[in-house]
C-alpha cells in the first residue's frame, strides 16, 4: 500500500546542475500535484497534471518543468539550479472514486542547492 | 486571490484539553476546504474534507466546521494527546484544481 513515492528523498546540487524528482501513485489517480515548502511561506503549487499527457502552471513554475508520459508517474525537472529552489518538494495526487477531491502526499524530498 | 490565514502560528497545551485552531479565507467561493496534519519532516496526511455545501465533517476526537459566508473554518480537537502534537494545515479549493494553504498552526502537547 505505497500510495505516493517520491525519489530522491535528498540531493545536494551545485548551482548550474540539472536533476529530476520522480513522482509515482499507485491509487489509479487522475490528477497529480508538485508543491514546493518554505520556511515562512506555506505550500506553494508549482505545476499540476489532470491526465496522462497534460500539464499546467500553478502559482510558482519558473525553472521547473513537467512530464506525465505514464499516467502513474508526474516528473518534476530543474535545468539549470538555483540557489533559490531549495527546498522541500511534495508530490500529491487526487481523484478517488469515493473521496475524489482528498489529496495525498509522498513524504517529500529535501533539494540543496548550493 | 485566495488568501488563507491561520490563527494562532503555534500553540501549546497541556494533554487532555480540548482546543480549537482557526483558519479564515477571504474568497468565500470554495470548492471544499481540506484539513491537514503534518509531522516533522514527513508529508501531509490529509484529516477532514467539508464539501462546499457541508457545515461539519467528524473523525475520531475531530470536528472540522465550515461557515462559508464568514470564510472561516475551525479544527476542534477533544482530548488532546500528546501524540496530536504535529502543524496543522488548512487549505481551500476554489474553481480549480489547486488547493491554496494556509502556513499552519504548529501543536505542542504536553504531557
Known amino acids: 500500500n505505497a500510495g505516493v513515492t517520491q525519489t530522491p528523498k535528498f540531493r545536494v546540487l551545485k548551482t548550474g546542475q540539472s536533476m529530476t524528482l520522480l513522482c509515482a501513485q499507485d491509487?489509479?489517480?487522475?490528477?497529480m500535484y508538485w508543491y514546493r515548502q518554505d520556511p515562512g511561506m506555506g505550500l506553494r503549487l508549482i505545476h499540476y497534471?489532470?491526465?496522462?499527457?497534460?500539464?499546467a502552471k500553478g502559482e510558482v513554475p519558473d525553472g521547473y518543468n513537467v512530464s506525465r508520459l505514464k499516467k502513474q508517474n508526474f516528473l518534476l525537472g530543474l535545468e539549470s539550479a538555483a540557489p533559490s529552489q531549495t527546498s522541500v518538494y511534495f508530490c500529491?495526487?487526487?481523484?478517488?472514486?469515493?473521496?475524489?477531491?482528498?489529496?495525498?502526499f509522498g513524504e517529500g524530498s529535501r533539494l540543496t542547492v548550493l | 486571490k485566495q488568501e488563507v490565514t491561520q490563527i494562532p502560528a503555534a500553540l501549546s497545551v497541556p494533554e487532555g484539553e480540548n482546543l480549537v485552531l482557526n483558519c479564515s479565507f477571504t474568497?468565500?467561493?470554495?470548492?471544499?476546504l481540506q484539513w491537514f496534519r503534518q509531522d516533522p519532516g514527513k508529508g501531509l496526511t490529509s484529516l477532514l474534507l467539508i464539501q462546499s455545501s457541508q457545515r461539519e465533517q467528524t473523525s475520531g476526537r475531530l470536528n472540522a466546521s465550515l461557515d462559508k459566508s464568514s470564510g472561516r473554518s475551525t479544527l476542534y480537537i477533544a482530548a488532546s494527546q500528546p501524540g496530536d502534537s504535529a502543524t496543522y494545515l488548512c487549505a481551500v479549493q476554489g474553481s480549480g484544481y489547486a488547493l491554496n494553504f494556509g502556513k499552519g498552526t504548529s501543536l505542542l502537547v504536553t504531557p
Open positions: 497534471s489532470v491526465g496522462e499527457g497534460t500539464t
Open positions: 500529491a495526487s487526487s481523484g478517488g472514486t469515493r473521496t475524489p477531491w482528498e489529496l495525498f
Open positions: 491509487m489509479n489517480h487522475e490528477y
Open positions: 474568497d468565500s467561493a470554495i470548492y471544499n
